[in-house]
């Protein structure tokens, strides 16, 4: 199935976006480059890609409008499905502890991404959900748009783990030793943001961050976390959100556990001073001043094993 570019005659980056464009001095070239690379609806190759996957990242707000981002994964490869090009269907649904438990509601925006970790291919389907069962929800596509595989650490799934019941999760105000300690050698994570702006490119995102081990700082008290923004499509998806939006939620997951860890908070970015200049490669740094962290042992049932760390993060370095 063809489709057109984007359809609208308004941008599809929305203000926060063209700022932050702006400010790099690329938001004139962008503005061609999105309405080609953006669209309303999935191409085929988007529609079966989702098909294939074991797992996907979801990014929403809560009642106070704090964005929170998870993993979800099917109990089998196709879990996820298209009936047509707007629309996803995905069959199942976050267990009671997970932050998006309650918020995956007809109407509520919804930040969609597929990360094929084994490929390295990654495609995003932002937009509002339709409809919710008791077996899964509908995802009414408004924003569909493929990334490239930088940053992304090329990963082996491992057999599925026998279902036990984990242990409970943990709440907290700031980071502590066990969930310091996996943020300090993860070398992914995912954000959650969100612009409330009417119209095509606002609503909810969810976006992946990839780094060396090491390339997320925990401050001394537990209560920032702060890295590296390296250069990217100039798209500048979440930056343009924090702009608008500071709040953000971030989900670190641990392949080799399972483990998940929630981290909510405000967000800043660092354009530029010595601690800039002390990351390799760094454009500019993300702040967040953590208000709320969730560690859920166990909650993923898949594994991964690193097959090969991206090599377009040589030469960054750590903290």
Known sequence: MALSDWPHDVS????????????????????????????AAMPDQHREFFALLPFVVLGATDGAGQPWATLIAGANAGFVSSPDATHLRV???????????DL?????????????????????????????????????????????????????????????????????TRLQATSAALVRR????????????????GGSDVSHRGGLRGFVQVGDDGRTLTWPDFAGNHFFNTLGNIAIEPRAGLVFPDFATGDLLHVAGRAEIVWGGPELSGFARAERLVRMHVDEVLYRPSALPLRWRLTEVSRALEGTGVW
């Open 104 to 172: 995956l509601q007809p109407g509520a925006q919804l930040g969609l991404l597929g990360i094929e970790l084994q490929t390295r291919r990654r495609n995003r389907a932002n937009g509002r959900i339709g409809a919710r069962d008791e077996h899964g929800f509908v995802l009414h596509v408004e924003q569909s748009f493929g990334n490239c595989p930088k940053y992304i650490q090329r990963r082996e799934a491992l057999p599925r783990t026998v279902s036990i019941e984990a242990p409970a999760a943990q709440r907290a």
């Open 186 to 201: 993860a070398d992914t994570f995912f954000i959650a943001t969100h612009a409330a702006l009417d119209g095509p490119g």
């Open 12 to 39: 599809p980056f929305h203000r926060g976006e063209q700022a932050v464009q702006a400010r790099v001095g690329s938001r004139e070239r962008m503005a061609q480059v999105g309405q080609r690379a953006m669209r």
């Open 91 to 101: 069959d199942t649904l976050p267990p009671h502890d997970d932050p998006l438990a």
